[in-house]
């Protein structure tokens, strides 16, 4: 069974740095395109960040200050949140698909590509 387990929420000030991790087990996770996003109450879920088929993609909102990157030794990917901001705050998500249904993909891929989704980790930013 596919899963992706988030973790490495939690509370920091403005200005604070947080890394969320996302651990998959029950697929190939090499072959697989993985991405971040987040979600507000009462907003749409928004692509935080991406990494498919050699692409790295931020939202403009994150540029600069977030970097993801992936360990395939440990089957994880990280988002490492740099200079927090109020407005940062959500449930972060991770989500899969394998990669080679995004070989035309451009940009960031839509949340609906994705096949498999972890539960979500709270970030909450301090002003």
């Known amino acids: 069974e596919a899963q992706l387990l988030v973790s490495g929420g939690g509370l920091v000030q403005a200005g604070g740095s947080l890394r969320l991790s996302c651990a998959a087990s029950?697929?190939?996770?090499?072959?697989?395109?993985i991405g971040w996003f987040r979600q507000v109450p009462g907003k749409e879920r928004e692509g935080v960040s991406s990494m498919y088929n050699g692409r790295i993609v931020y939202s403009d909102s994150v540029k600069g200050r977030f970097t993801i990157s992936r360990d395939n030794a440990k089957n994880t990917v990280y988002l490492q949140m740099n200079r927090l901001k109020p407005e940062d705050a959500a449930v972060y998500y991770c989500a899969a698909v394998p990669s080679r249904l995004l070989s035309r993909m451009v940009g960031f891929p839509p949340d609906y590509e994705y096949w498999y989704w972890g539960q979500g980790t709270q970030v909450t930013v301090s002003s």
């Open positions: 029950g697929f190939t996770f090499d072959d697989y395109a």
